[in-house]
Protein backbone atom coordinates (compact mmCIF):
# COMPACT_ATOMS: atom_id res chain seq x y z
CA UNK A 1 0.00 0.00 0.00
CA UNK A 2 2.78 2.62 0.81
CA UNK A 3 5.05 1.74 -2.35
CA UNK A 4 1.12 2.22 -4.44
CA UNK A 5 0.55 5.30 -2.58
CA UNK A 6 4.12 6.49 -3.24
CA UNK A 7 4.10 5.63 -7.09
CA UNK A 8 0.94 7.73 -7.16
CA UNK A 9 1.90 10.42 -5.69
CA UNK A 10 5.55 10.51 -7.77
CA UNK A 11 2.83 10.29 -11.11
CA UNK A 12 0.76 13.09 -9.90
CA UNK A 13 3.87 15.30 -9.03
CA UNK A 14 5.29 14.40 -12.62
CA UNK A 15 1.86 15.22 -13.91
CA UNK A 16 2.15 18.79 -12.23
CA UNK A 17 5.15 19.79 -13.10
CA UNK A 18 4.98 19.06 -17.00
CA UNK A 19 1.96 20.73 -16.86
CA UNK A 20 3.40 23.71 -15.07
CA UNK A 21 3.25 26.92 -17.00
CA UNK A 22 6.39 28.55 -17.74
CA UNK A 23 5.56 32.78 -16.93
CA UNK A 24 7.12 34.91 -20.31
CA UNK A 25 8.38 38.01 -18.86
CA UNK A 26 6.73 40.42 -20.98
CA UNK A 27 4.94 42.10 -18.35
CA UNK A 28 3.41 45.17 -19.54
CA UNK A 29 1.55 48.12 -17.41
CA UNK A 30 -2.45 47.37 -16.98
CA UNK A 31 -4.33 50.12 -19.59
CA UNK A 32 -6.04 50.76 -16.26
CA UNK A 33 -3.01 52.46 -14.43
CA UNK A 34 -3.26 56.03 -13.46
CA UNK A 35 -1.02 58.12 -16.06
CA UNK A 36 3.16 57.32 -15.39
CA UNK A 37 2.36 54.30 -12.90
CA UNK A 38 4.10 51.39 -14.36
CA UNK A 39 2.46 48.51 -11.56
CA UNK A 40 0.31 46.52 -11.74
CA UNK A 41 1.19 45.02 -14.42
CA UNK A 42 0.17 42.04 -17.05
CA UNK A 43 1.48 39.67 -19.80
CA UNK A 44 0.55 37.98 -22.74
CA UNK A 45 -0.66 35.03 -20.99
CA UNK A 46 -3.13 36.94 -18.65
CA UNK A 47 -0.97 36.43 -15.43
CA UNK A 48 -0.80 39.91 -13.52
CA UNK A 49 1.89 41.09 -11.21
CA UNK A 50 1.16 44.07 -8.41
CA UNK A 51 4.28 46.30 -6.35
CA UNK A 52 2.78 47.66 -3.44
CA UNK A 53 5.37 50.51 -1.51
CA UNK A 54 4.35 49.23 2.13
CA UNK A 55 6.92 50.09 4.56
CA UNK A 56 7.05 48.38 8.18
CA UNK A 57 4.30 45.94 6.66
CA UNK A 58 3.93 42.28 8.20
CA UNK A 59 1.87 40.76 5.05
CA UNK A 60 0.57 42.85 1.76
CA UNK A 61 -2.49 40.68 -0.03
CA UNK A 62 -4.11 41.37 -3.35
CA UNK A 63 -7.45 40.14 -3.32
CA UNK A 64 -9.25 39.72 -6.78
CA UNK A 65 -12.73 39.43 -8.13
CA UNK A 66 -15.72 41.21 -6.73
CA UNK A 67 -15.92 41.23 -2.96
CA UNK A 68 -12.41 40.13 -2.86
CA UNK A 69 -12.37 36.29 -3.02
CA UNK A 70 -9.26 34.71 -3.92
CA UNK A 71 -5.06 36.41 -3.64
CA UNK A 72 -1.89 36.10 -4.01
CA UNK A 73 0.08 37.09 -1.38
CA UNK A 74 3.10 39.17 -2.23
CA UNK A 75 6.89 39.09 -1.13
CA UNK A 76 8.96 41.30 0.73
CA UNK A 77 11.50 42.39 -1.89
CA UNK A 78 13.42 44.84 0.42
CA UNK A 79 13.42 48.80 1.16
CA UNK A 80 9.21 48.41 2.04
CA UNK A 81 8.33 47.02 -1.68
CA UNK A 82 6.40 44.14 -2.12
CA UNK A 83 5.77 41.88 -5.25
CA UNK A 84 4.06 39.20 -6.50
CA UNK A 85 2.66 37.61 -9.76
CA UNK A 86 -0.71 35.83 -9.07
CA UNK A 87 -0.20 32.25 -9.46
CA UNK A 88 -2.13 31.48 -13.02
CA UNK A 89 -3.74 33.14 -16.13
CA UNK A 90 -6.59 35.78 -15.29
CA UNK A 91 -9.75 35.20 -17.33
CA UNK A 92 -9.77 37.98 -20.27
CA UNK A 93 -11.56 41.68 -19.65
CA UNK A 94 -11.72 43.76 -16.37
CA UNK A 95 -11.15 42.62 -12.80
CA UNK A 96 -11.71 44.42 -9.66
CA UNK A 97 -8.91 43.69 -6.95
CA UNK A 98 -7.78 45.14 -3.90
CA UNK A 99 -5.19 45.30 -1.45
CA UNK A 100 -5.03 43.69 2.30
CA UNK A 101 -1.95 45.54 4.57
CA UNK A 102 -1.66 43.88 7.70
CA UNK A 103 -5.78 42.97 7.50
CA UNK A 104 -6.25 46.90 6.41
CA UNK A 105 -8.03 47.26 3.24
CA UNK A 106 -6.98 49.98 0.53
CA UNK A 107 -6.71 50.14 -3.03
CA UNK A 108 -3.88 49.84 -5.57
CA UNK A 109 -1.82 53.74 -6.10
CA UNK A 110 -0.78 52.78 -9.25
CA UNK A 111 -4.34 51.85 -11.02
CA UNK A 112 -7.53 53.35 -11.03
CA UNK A 113 -10.94 52.65 -8.92
CA UNK A 114 -14.24 51.86 -10.48
CA UNK A 115 -17.37 51.22 -7.60
CA UNK A 116 -17.86 47.63 -7.03
CA UNK A 117 -18.40 45.16 -3.64
CA UNK A 118 -20.34 48.49 -2.46
CA UNK A 119 -16.95 50.47 -2.69
CA UNK A 120 -14.46 51.83 -4.89
CA UNK A 121 -12.25 49.07 -5.74
CA UNK A 122 -9.24 49.03 -7.65
CA UNK A 123 -9.32 47.90 -11.57
CA UNK A 124 -6.83 45.59 -14.07
CA UNK A 125 -7.27 44.55 -17.37
CA UNK A 126 -6.45 41.42 -18.79
CA UNK A 127 -6.42 42.28 -22.69
CA UNK A 128 -9.10 39.84 -24.35
CA UNK A 129 -8.17 38.42 -27.90
CA UNK A 130 -11.52 39.95 -29.08
CA UNK A 131 -11.24 43.12 -27.45
CA UNK A 132 -11.59 44.97 -31.22
CA UNK A 133 -15.20 44.85 -30.56
CA UNK A 134 -14.82 47.75 -27.31
CA UNK A 135 -12.06 49.17 -28.66
CA UNK A 136 -11.33 52.88 -29.13
CA UNK A 137 -11.66 53.43 -32.98
CA UNK A 138 -11.88 56.62 -35.48
CA UNK A 139 -15.28 56.20 -35.66
CA UNK A 140 -18.46 58.50 -34.72
CA UNK A 141 -18.83 59.00 -30.83
CA UNK A 142 -22.09 59.11 -29.08
CA UNK A 143 -22.45 60.82 -25.70
CA UNK A 144 -22.76 59.46 -22.41
CA UNK A 145 -24.58 62.75 -19.95
CA UNK A 146 -25.10 62.53 -16.27
CA UNK A 147 -28.89 64.17 -15.59
CA UNK A 148 -30.67 64.46 -12.63
CA UNK A 149 -34.06 64.27 -11.77
CA UNK A 150 -36.02 64.33 -8.67
CA UNK A 151 -37.82 61.22 -7.59
CA UNK A 152 -41.15 61.94 -5.44
CA UNK A 153 -41.34 58.39 -3.97
CA UNK A 154 -38.09 58.60 -2.46
CA UNK A 155 -37.87 62.25 -1.63
CA UNK A 156 -34.54 62.81 -3.27
CA UNK A 157 -32.36 64.11 -6.63
CA UNK A 158 -31.16 61.00 -8.50
CA UNK A 159 -29.16 60.30 -10.98
CA UNK A 160 -28.77 58.71 -14.22
CA UNK A 161 -26.29 58.50 -17.11
CA UNK A 162 -28.22 58.72 -20.94
CA UNK A 163 -26.03 57.59 -23.52
CA UNK A 164 -27.47 59.27 -27.09
CA UNK A 165 -25.59 57.90 -30.16
CA UNK A 166 -23.61 59.70 -32.26
CA UNK A 167 -25.95 61.73 -34.54
CA UNK A 168 -28.43 63.00 -31.95
CA UNK A 169 -27.46 66.18 -31.56
CA UNK A 170 -26.96 67.08 -35.24
CA UNK A 171 -29.48 69.57 -36.80
CA UNK A 172 -31.18 67.32 -39.63
CA UNK A 173 -31.88 64.79 -36.88
CA UNK A 174 -34.41 66.75 -34.59
CA UNK A 175 -37.03 65.03 -35.56
CA UNK A 176 -35.94 61.77 -34.97
CA UNK A 177 -36.92 59.68 -32.44
CA UNK A 178 -34.81 56.48 -30.85
CA UNK A 179 -35.59 53.46 -28.91
CA UNK A 180 -34.23 52.71 -25.47
CA UNK A 181 -32.73 50.25 -23.28
CA UNK A 182 -32.79 50.61 -19.86
CA UNK A 183 -29.67 48.68 -18.57
CA UNK A 184 -28.86 47.95 -14.60
CA UNK A 185 -25.50 47.00 -13.07
CA UNK A 186 -24.68 44.59 -11.08
CA UNK A 187 -25.14 44.12 -6.80
CA UNK A 188 -22.39 46.23 -5.50
CA UNK A 189 -22.13 48.54 -8.07
CA UNK A 190 -23.87 51.79 -8.98
CA UNK A 191 -24.90 53.46 -12.96
CA UNK A 192 -21.27 54.33 -13.67
CA UNK A 193 -20.35 50.20 -13.73
CA UNK A 194 -22.00 50.01 -17.02
CA UNK A 195 -19.91 52.85 -18.82
CA UNK A 196 -16.55 52.86 -17.13
CA UNK A 197 -15.95 48.55 -16.89
CA UNK A 198 -18.56 47.55 -19.27
CA UNK A 199 -17.57 49.75 -22.26
CA UNK A 200 -21.40 50.42 -23.40
CA UNK A 201 -20.63 53.35 -25.35
CA UNK A 202 -17.71 51.92 -27.50
CA UNK A 203 -19.73 48.89 -27.50
CA UNK A 204 -22.75 50.71 -29.61
CA UNK A 205 -20.20 53.11 -31.08
CA UNK A 206 -18.61 50.15 -32.59
CA UNK A 207 -21.97 48.35 -33.84
CA UNK A 208 -23.35 51.42 -35.40
CA UNK A 209 -20.55 52.14 -37.54
CA UNK A 210 -20.20 48.67 -38.86
CA UNK A 211 -24.00 49.19 -39.75
CA UNK A 212 -24.66 45.75 -37.33
CA UNK A 213 -27.48 47.76 -35.41
CA UNK A 214 -29.60 50.97 -35.71
CA UNK A 215 -29.04 53.38 -33.03
CA UNK A 216 -31.06 53.61 -29.81
CA UNK A 217 -30.42 55.19 -26.90
CA UNK A 218 -29.32 53.34 -22.93
CA UNK A 219 -29.98 54.88 -19.31
CA UNK A 220 -28.29 53.25 -16.67
CA UNK A 221 -29.58 54.23 -12.98
CA UNK A 222 -28.87 53.19 -9.68
CA UNK A 223 -31.22 49.73 -9.02
CA UNK A 224 -31.20 50.22 -5.16
CA UNK A 225 -30.10 46.45 -4.50
CA UNK A 226 -27.20 47.29 -2.79
CA UNK A 227 -29.09 48.07 0.46
CA UNK A 228 -29.58 44.43 0.74
CA UNK A 229 -26.74 42.29 2.37
CA UNK A 230 -24.73 40.06 -0.22
CA UNK A 231 -25.99 36.05 0.66
CA UNK A 232 -29.77 37.75 1.10
CA UNK A 233 -30.41 38.79 -2.56
CA UNK A 234 -33.65 37.04 -2.38
CA UNK A 235 -35.51 38.90 0.32
CA UNK A 236 -35.17 41.73 -2.46
CA UNK A 237 -38.53 42.54 -4.07
CA UNK A 238 -37.58 45.51 -6.52
CA UNK A 239 -40.80 47.65 -5.42
CA UNK A 240 -39.47 50.90 -4.50
CA UNK A 241 -37.06 50.34 -7.54
CA UNK A 242 -39.56 49.81 -9.57
CA UNK A 243 -41.31 52.85 -8.59
CA UNK A 244 -38.41 55.17 -9.57
CA UNK A 245 -37.51 53.10 -12.91
CA UNK A 246 -41.14 53.30 -14.16
CA UNK A 247 -43.12 56.15 -12.77
CA UNK A 248 -40.24 58.82 -12.49
CA UNK A 249 -36.99 58.03 -14.66
CA UNK A 250 -39.18 56.63 -17.86
CA UNK A 251 -41.01 59.56 -17.82
CA UNK A 252 -38.06 61.61 -17.21
CA UNK A 253 -36.32 60.27 -20.04
CA UNK A 254 -39.28 60.41 -22.39
CA UNK A 255 -40.06 63.92 -21.52
CA UNK A 256 -36.49 65.39 -21.91
CA UNK A 257 -35.13 62.99 -24.58
CA UNK A 258 -36.56 62.26 -28.11
CA UNK A 259 -37.48 58.50 -27.38
CA UNK A 260 -39.87 56.39 -28.83
CA UNK A 261 -42.41 55.80 -26.04
CA UNK A 262 -44.06 53.08 -26.17
CA UNK A 263 -43.55 49.55 -25.00
CA UNK A 264 -42.18 47.42 -27.96
CA UNK A 265 -39.47 50.59 -28.63
CA UNK A 266 -38.67 50.13 -25.16
CA UNK A 267 -36.20 47.49 -23.18
CA UNK A 268 -34.80 45.90 -19.87
CA UNK A 269 -31.72 44.05 -19.57
CA UNK A 270 -29.77 43.79 -16.51
CA UNK A 271 -26.42 41.90 -15.33
CA UNK A 272 -26.66 39.60 -12.13
CA UNK A 273 -28.81 41.37 -9.39
CA UNK A 274 -29.22 43.52 -12.52
CA UNK A 275 -31.27 40.61 -14.04
CA UNK A 276 -32.91 39.80 -10.92
CA UNK A 277 -34.13 43.04 -10.88
CA UNK A 278 -34.89 43.13 -14.59
CA UNK A 279 -37.12 40.03 -14.20
CA UNK A 280 -39.25 41.10 -10.89
CA UNK A 281 -39.73 44.73 -12.80
CA UNK A 282 -40.25 43.20 -16.53
CA UNK A 283 -42.93 40.49 -15.27
CA UNK A 284 -44.94 42.75 -13.29
CA UNK A 285 -45.20 45.58 -15.64
CA UNK A 286 -45.60 43.88 -18.59
CA UNK A 287 -47.24 47.21 -19.62
CA UNK A 288 -43.83 49.02 -20.05
CA UNK A 289 -41.04 46.63 -21.86
CA UNK A 290 -41.59 44.87 -24.83
CA UNK A 291 -37.57 43.22 -24.49
CA UNK A 292 -35.93 41.66 -21.60
CA UNK A 293 -32.44 41.00 -21.54
CA UNK A 294 -30.93 38.67 -18.48
CA UNK A 295 -27.05 38.54 -18.29
CA UNK A 296 -25.88 35.97 -15.51
CA UNK A 297 -29.06 36.92 -14.12
CA UNK A 298 -31.00 33.98 -14.18
CA UNK A 299 -33.58 33.19 -16.32
CA UNK A 300 -37.94 33.37 -17.04
CA UNK A 301 -39.93 29.97 -17.30
CA UNK A 302 -42.60 29.42 -19.88
CA UNK A 303 -44.77 29.95 -16.72
CA UNK A 304 -43.71 32.94 -15.78
CA UNK A 305 -44.75 34.92 -18.73
CA UNK A 306 -48.49 34.71 -18.51
CA UNK A 307 -48.62 36.40 -22.19
CA UNK A 308 -46.74 35.61 -24.64
CA UNK A 309 -48.03 38.63 -26.82
CA UNK A 310 -46.50 40.91 -24.03
CA UNK A 311 -43.41 40.46 -25.12
CA UNK A 312 -41.38 40.13 -28.01
CA UNK A 313 -37.76 39.01 -27.50
CA UNK A 314 -36.15 37.50 -24.27
CA UNK A 315 -32.45 37.37 -24.27
CA UNK A 316 -30.20 35.36 -21.60
CA UNK A 317 -26.92 34.73 -21.29
CA UNK A 318 -24.09 33.89 -19.20
CA UNK A 319 -20.21 32.68 -18.71
CA UNK A 320 -19.10 29.37 -19.95
CA UNK A 321 -18.00 28.66 -16.45
CA UNK A 322 -21.54 30.12 -15.05
CA UNK A 323 -24.65 28.05 -15.98
CA UNK A 324 -24.23 27.47 -19.55
CA UNK A 325 -27.24 24.85 -19.72
CA UNK A 326 -29.56 26.78 -17.40
CA UNK A 327 -29.77 29.55 -19.85
CA UNK A 328 -29.67 27.47 -23.05
CA UNK A 329 -32.61 25.55 -21.41
CA UNK A 330 -34.57 28.20 -20.62
CA UNK A 331 -34.26 29.68 -24.30
CA UNK A 332 -35.50 26.63 -25.58
CA UNK A 333 -38.01 26.03 -23.79
CA UNK A 334 -39.39 29.60 -23.89
CA UNK A 335 -39.50 29.04 -27.55
CA UNK A 336 -41.53 25.68 -27.14
CA UNK A 337 -44.04 27.82 -25.03
CA UNK A 338 -44.36 30.28 -28.21
CA UNK A 339 -41.83 33.17 -26.78
CA UNK A 340 -39.13 33.93 -28.46
CA UNK A 341 -35.77 33.94 -26.71
CA UNK A 342 -31.91 33.42 -27.42
CA UNK A 343 -29.26 32.21 -25.27
CA UNK A 344 -26.07 33.08 -25.29
CA UNK A 345 -22.83 31.76 -23.74
CA UNK A 346 -19.36 33.75 -23.15
CA UNK A 347 -16.87 31.46 -24.29
CA UNK A 348 -14.18 31.07 -21.19
CA UNK A 349 -15.28 33.99 -18.85
CA UNK A 350 -17.43 33.48 -15.45
CA UNK A 351 -19.74 36.24 -13.79
CA UNK A 352 -17.43 39.17 -14.87
CA UNK A 353 -17.47 42.42 -17.14
CA UNK A 354 -16.16 40.41 -20.50
CA UNK A 355 -19.19 38.07 -19.80
CA UNK A 356 -21.61 41.07 -19.93
CA UNK A 357 -19.78 43.20 -22.76
CA UNK A 358 -20.03 39.99 -25.07
CA UNK A 359 -23.28 39.62 -23.85
CA UNK A 360 -23.87 43.22 -24.53
CA UNK A 361 -22.65 43.01 -28.06
CA UNK A 362 -25.26 39.82 -28.82
CA UNK A 363 -28.12 40.99 -27.36
CA UNK A 364 -28.37 44.50 -29.40
CA UNK A 365 -28.36 43.01 -32.50
CA UNK A 366 -32.02 41.38 -31.20
CA UNK A 367 -33.47 44.54 -29.79
CA UNK A 368 -36.27 46.81 -31.29
CA UNK A 369 -37.22 44.72 -34.33
Keep these: MKKSLFTIMAAMAFCLGANAQEIKE ?12 EYPMVNSQGYARFRINAPGAAQVKVSLGLGGQGGTTLKHMGDGIWEGTTAGPMDEGFHYYHVSIDGGIFNDPGTNNYYGSCRWESGIEIPAHDADFYAEKNVPHGNVQQVLFWSESTKQLRRAFVYTPAGYGDAKNQKKKYPVLYLQHGWGEDETAWSNQGHENLIMDNMIAAGEIDPFIIVNTYGMCNEIKFGHMNDFDAKDFETVLCDELIPYIDANFRTKSDKWNRAMAGLSMG ?95
Excluded at 26 to 37: A, T, V, W
Excluded at 332 to 348: H, Q
Design 26 to 37: DFKPSELNQPGQ
Design 275 to 369: GFTTTLVTLRRTEMFGYYGLLSGGSYTPEAIKDPKQVKHIFVSCGSKENPDGVIKSAEALNAAGVKATSFVSEGTAHEFLTWRRALKAMAPLLFK
